[in-house]
């Protein structure tokens, strides 16, 4: 049977330690140390042991490909704007707020919006979450 690793890690800054320690020796925090479950060490295991090829390399800013991409207007010239021009095809767009702000009425209002204008249903797909 495998003995059982017990880590810790400080919530401020990720330093570890096999050790809880009062006072993180990295970035000074104090308390910030909790234990790590064996599913997260796991995990922490199988990230550190892929090679370092898998992941992005940066590129210079000049060599960045612009693409340009269609967008649809939603009917709504404020809402437009804060989306960077309309809707994207297959975006997703987070509507968020505290309640009675009015997120179901705007919703409401571009999905009439779009209605009128005869957008298919699959330019844009509106999902309420709770
Ligand atoms: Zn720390």
């Given at each position: 049977m495998a003995k059982k690793q017990i880590l810790f890690e400080c919530q401020a800054c990720g330093h570890q330690s096999a050790k809880w320690l009062g006072?993180?020796?990295?970035?000074?925090?104090?308390?910030e140390y909790i234990e790590l479950s064996q599913n997260q060490i796991e995990v922490l295991k199988e990230i550190n042991s892929?090679?370092?090829?898998t992941q992005g390399n940066a590129i210079p800013i000049t060599e960045v490909r612009f693409e340009q991409i269609e967008r649809y207007s939603s009917g709504d010239n404020e809402l437009d704007l804060v989306l960077g021009g309309g809707i994207v095809q297959g975006s997703l767009t987070l509507i968020g707020g505290s309640p009675g702000v009015g997120k179901s009425t705007l919703l409401l209002k571009i999905a009439g919006n779009l209605a009128r204008e005869g957008k298919k249903s699959s330019l844009c797909k509106w999902r309420r979450v709770f």
């Open positions: 006072k993180c020796p990295n970035c000074g925090a104090w308390d892929k090679p370092s090829s």
